[in-house]
């Protein structure tokens, strides 16, 4: 009912401007939902955007971890609240644009959110064991190729063994999926050697500048600034495979878009302040800091890519 009566209003602002209690907004605390759990990187992310937008709007920001089901739960929470500015969501690429396309929601993706701004990118990687006696990602191919069924990759995620399936179908190669619960039991099993190759969000950095483990490719249309000599998907002959992690802010549908528009211009003076984008090297991240349009046109983007490479697998999440 309080949706209904928000989403009324700011319907009725089409006649006269935005509801006047947009006017005053933000006059009461923020809740910042992390529809993830607690100390990962989302999180760590959207708590530094929480504390800097705090003061920039006058009011508190506060975190809200609502984890469960790759992010369904604290989405619903946000796509069923009040469109009133004071209920907003920091989410990632994979429960935006993936969850919709392998799973039945309890809400509408494209419909139930509005997007603001992108916060934040992050590469992903093809790495292996150094005991994979490929040097190169097309070596690694014709490895795979004369030798099907031989290797295999680590799994911590459904959306790293979908892109994994998908290199395996834009490659010709044959590489056994080996599930894992999570990124970093992924991440482990490649570097103890239990498995040869996993696709990584980035958080292998250290290990392949100590030389524990070999990064092969960027799944991204550009090289990263933290390992330049590794070359792209696109320039070692790989194409329809490319992936970059995002972190961005929406809102629910039908929020004034005075309140979109101010917290876009929030989110372009955090992403621009020294501090935060120290923060963000540090991870990894690449600052972004984008439109709400353009942010909504990448998600729509996304999603429908997604959808393509699902239906053209025939992949089901584990």
Aim: proline share 8%.
């Amino acid at each position: 009912m309080l949706k209904r009566r928000a989403a009324l209003l700011a319907g009725a602002s089409l006649l006269g401007g935005a509801p006047a209690w947009a006017d005053t907004w933000p006059s009461k605390p923020i809740r910042l939902v992390i529809p993830f759990a607690p100390a990962g990187p989302a999180d760590v992310l959207a708590r530094v955007v929480a504390q800097k937008l705090g003061p920039s709007l006058g009011q508190t920001v506060l975190p809200d971890n609502r984890a469960g089901a790759n992010g369904i739960v604290g989405t619903d929470v946000v796509a069923k609240a009040a469109p009133d500015g004071y209920t907003l969501l920091m989410t990632v690429g994979s429960a935006q644009t993936l969850a919709p396309n392998l799973y039945k929601l309890p809400y509408d993706a494209q419909k139930d959110l509005v997007a603001i701004s992108n916060f934040a990118t992050l590469k992903t990687m093809i790495v292996v064991h150094p005991s994979v006696p490929a040097k190169t990602l097309q070596a690694f191919i014709a490895l795979a190729k004369a030798n099907p069924g031989k290797y295999d990759y680590a799994a911590g995620t459904s959306l790293v063994q979908l892109v994994g399936e998908s290199f395996k179908r834009a490659t010709g190669t044959h590489i056994v999926a080996i599930p894992y619960k999570g990124t970093g039991p992924q991440l482990a099993a490649v570097l103890a050697g239990e498995v040869a190759m996993t696709i990584d969000p980035f958080t292998a950095v250290q290990h392949v500048k100590a030389g524990r483990l070999r990064a092969l490719a960027m799944l991204s249309d550009k090289r990263s600034p933290v390992l330049p000599e590794v070359p792209t998907l696109l320039e070692s002959g790989v194409h329809g495979v490319e992936l970059s992690s995002w972190i961005g802010l929406m809102a629910p549908a039908g929020t004034p878009r005075p309140i979109i528009d101010r917290l876009h211009a929030e989110m372009v003076k955090i992403v621009a302040m020294p501090d935060v984008k120290e923060r963000l090297a540090r991870l990894n991240y690449e600052p972004v800091g984008d439109t709400p349009e353009q942010f909504a046109a990448a998600i729509a983007a996304e999603t429908a890519r997604w959808a393509k490479i699902v239906k053209e697998t025939g992949f089901k999440p584990e």
